[in-house]
T-cell receptor, first 114, second 113 residues
Framework: GAGVSQSPSNKVTEKGKDVELRCDPISGHTALYWYRQSLGQGLEFLIYFQGNSAPDKSGLPSDRFSAERTGGSVSTLTIQRTQQEDSAVYLC????????????FGNGTRLTVT | DQQVKQNSPSLSVQEGRISILNCDYTNSMFDYFLWYKKYPAEGPTFLISISSIKDKNEDGRFTVFLNKSAKHLSLHIVPSQPGDSAVYFCAASARDSGSRLTFGEGTQLTVNP
């Protein structure tokens, strides 16, 4: 497809379980981002990958959150031992280099932790 | 520490009138500003941007104004159309943060026919 693809679109999980969220960026985009939007809030930065550089993990809220990007393309965001406060829409975005290229977002994964 | 703030959670205007959405920021290192539009169950889509070397950028019905001394930017939509009804997010980035964006909380715009 032409856009950023995220799966699943919805995920309901029990507190304490681990979840994996997947993102397929636009082909050729070297930068990939994860954001989340909690109910009534703005978009909160989580992590940023740029090419082969070390990722910027400064937005991850706890060590239960991790992400990887394999082969410079697909990315997986993993949340271990989910908590109710993790419930949010998790958005992935990709962009071209150079600096200040607009981000192209996927439709997000709505995570509900019961 | 909310570095980008949109103080109006909602705005309602009549079709054909002007919509003005406002955004304030605190970080003086921000040098690039964007507006995104979001429909329910979809990701945000890029609308318009402005570099800190400019004070105005126009694209069709959309104009963004930047007042650096006041650390304020605004998005003007004229004439407003019912299809413009969406949540609008202001975002900013600083040169040393790569393309990482800091977003405001969003403003729900409703354009009434």
């Amino acid at each position: 497809g032409a856009g950023v693809s995220q799966s699943p679109s919805n995920k309901v999980t029990e507190k304490g379980k681990d979840v994996e969220l997947r993102c397929d960026p636009i082909s050729g985009h070297t930068a990939l981002y994860w954001y989340r939007q909690s109910l009534g809030q703005g978009l909160e930065f989580l992590i940023y990958f740029q090419g082969n550089s070390a990722p910027d993990k400064s937005g991850l809220p706890s060590d239960r959150f991790s992400a990887e990007r394999t082969g410079g393309s697909v990315s997986t965001l993993t949340i271990q031992r989910t908590q109710q406060e993790d419930s949010a829409v998790y958005l992935c975005a990709s962009s071209l280099v150079p600096l200040n290229s607009p981000l192209h977002f996927g439709n997000g994964t709505r995570l509900t932790v019961t | 520490d909310q570095q980008v703030k949109q103080n109006s959670p909602s705005l309602s205007v009549q079709e054909g009138r002007i919509s003005i959405l406002n955004c304030d920021y605190t970080n003086s290192m921000f040098d690039y500003f964007l507006w995104y539009k979001k429909y329910p169950a979809e990701g945000p889509t890029f609308l318009i941007s402005i570099s800190s070397i400019k004070d105005k950028n126009e694209d069709g019905r959309f104009t963004v104004f930047l007042n650096k001394s006041a650390k304020h930017l605004s998005l003007h939509i004229v004439p407003s159309q019912p299809g413009d009804s969406a949540v609008y997010f202001c975002a900013a980035s600083a040169r040393d943060s790569g393309s990482r964006l800091t977003f405001g909380e969003g403003t729900q715009l409703t354009v009434n026919p």
